[in-house]
């Protein structure tokens, strides 16, 4: 299902400046027996973004309206919501009072196999780089040509996911999800001041991590020589790096953890 400004529908104006420019932003998030899950957080960031581009959010009674559609024939499924600054007369001028358009889509959950879940998976450097623009880092805005280019780097179906650089050969994330990672006792993740996408499950473990996450600059080796690495993001959840290139880890003595921490704040 596909409702565009309440109503079911799979079209959307051609002129709309989500299309045209990339001009918008988006979550995506999963709904389990008719519950948004992390729903306040989702729509925080949301807004936040929103706030950042300077597009006008919609309130939240708009989105508890259509989920309430969404949930009456599929209770489960994974919800992707866009909010893109509306529609446009050509050119990059923006009229600050158009109604800007909502867009939110319905599908299947995605089912992982239960070794990707138990053992973890192979992940692959990408070469397509992350251009650093700090007016967008932390926004998940529309514009994701770079991850979409770095997505069509394999077609093994035996790599998960990969992970990518910025520029300056700094490690920022990977093509669909962000990045933890353990050295000793303490753990971090990729500064991303510059550029990449701060998640809402990023966020989550930065938050119930006990002795904290810290934010730091990664070089590629420094992440090979972690204890361990996992990647996360409010679809997958979160999974174990077992395998990178030429490096490969063990079981991490963390992930039942850290899973357990999180599903606990769900079920609250």
Not at 65 to 77: C, H, L
Request: glycine share 8%; charged share 25%; with cysteine.
């Amino acid at each position: 299902m596909v409702l565009v400004n309440g109503v079911s529908t799979e079209q959307i104006i051609a002129r709309d400046r989500g299309l045209m420019y990339g001009d918008g932003v988006f979550r995506t998030f999963l709904m389990k027996k008719g519950r948004i899950q992390n729903w306040k957080r989702q729509y925080e960031k949301l807004h936040s973004d929103c706030a950042a581009l300077h597009i006008s959010c919609p309130e939240e009674v708009f989105f508890l309206r259509d989920f309430s559609i969404m949930t009456q024939d599929t209770p489960n499924g994974v919800l992707r919501l866009t909010v893109t600054r509306g529609e446009s007369a050509r050119g990059y001028a923006v009229n600050p009072g158009q109604p800007v358009t909502r867009i939110i889509s319905l599908t299947a959950l995605p089912v992982f196999d239960s070794a990707i879940l138990n053992e973890g998976v192979r992940v692959r450097w990408c070469e397509t780089r992350l251009a650093r623009q700090p007016r967008l880092a932390g926004i998940k805005h529309l514009n994701r040509l770079e991850n979409v280019l770095a997505r069509l780097e394999w077609h093994d179906p035996l790599i998960f996911e990969g992970v990518m650089r910025d520029t300056e050969g700094d490690v920022i994330e990977g093509v669909s999800s962000n990045l933890v990672f353990r050295e000793g006792e303490n753990w971090y993740t990729p500064d991303l001041s510059m550029c990449g996408v701060a998640g809402v499950q990023r966020s989550r473990l930065m938050e119930l991590v006990q002795t904290g996450i810290k934010e730091v600059q990664v070089r590629p080796q420094r992440l090979l020589d972690a204890d361990e690495v996992m990647i996360c993001n409010s679809v997958m959840g979160l999974l174990q790096i077992r395998e990178m290139e030429d490096r490969t880890w063990g079981k991490g003595k963390s992930i039942s953890e850290l899973r357990a921490l999180l599903e606990a704040e769900d079920e609250a």
